[in-house]
């Protein structure tokens, strides 16, 4: 037997996996890291099935992944739109969506309407956690912040909801969240828009 297994091992390792309860292996899957439990959705088509229903998504794009000339205007969200695609939008529901995203401030125009949409998704798909993470490389002298849409801010799913690099539109805006997301457990609301501050609920 070679370090990897005979084929008809690894057959009924995979036989063994597709046994297990699917509440098991939901959490098998809620303490392994997101680039994991992606790859696990290829061990059988049972666990294929229940990837999709996985409620948890993860999704970082930072220096320290793709090289900086990736940040920038359509690659960029073409690569992000194909993996929401997987993971977001063939969902049902979903318990928790983290977006870390590194971008140019100048392809902010063109990113907005798209993390609108994928923001949007997750609100309809009665997101408990969300946590929004923008990194933005300005090329020049304007500083320009992603506007959270108002629709995030009263959705009656919320507990969690942390943002970073982003700014709200209006006023009151504090008193809308607590108002429209009444399950709203934590807040915390880092660098709004050139201000920094950390609310709890």
């Known amino acids: 037997m070679n370090e990897t297994g005979t084929s008809e091992e690894v057959e009924e390792l995979l036989d063994y996996f597709s046994r297990l309860p699917e509440s098991v292996v939901h959490h098998i899957l809620s303490i392994l890291p ?73 392809d902010l125009e063109e990113f907005a309407p798209n993390m609108d949409r994928w923001l949007g998704a997750a609100i309809e798909r009665n997101v408990s956690e969300l946590v929004l993470d923008l990194t933005h490389f300005s090329l020049d002298a304007l500083d320009i912040f992603y506007s959270i849409p108002e629709r995030v801010v009263v959705a009656h799913s919320l507990k969690t909801l942390k943002l970073h690099d982003c700014q ?13 997301c009444p399950v709203l457990e934590f807040l915390d609301v880092i660098d709004q828009g050139g201000g920094s501050g950390t609310e709890e609920d």
Do not use: M
Request: glycine share 4%; net charge positive.
């Open 168 to 180: 709200f539109v209006g006023e009151n805006v504090l008193n809308k969240i607590l108002s429209g």
């Open 34 to 106: 997101f680039k994991a439990v992606v790859r696990c959705s290829v061990l059988s088509k049972t666990w294929n099935r229940i990837w999709s229903n996985y409620p948890n998504i993860a999704l970082v794009l930072s220096d320290d992944i793709i090289p900086y000339q990736q940040y920038h205007g359509r690659q960029l969200l073409d690569s992000i739109e194909g993996i929401l695609e997987q993971c977001l939008f063939r969902k049902a529901c979903i318990q928790k969506l983290l977006l870390s995203i590194s971008f140019v401030s100048s």
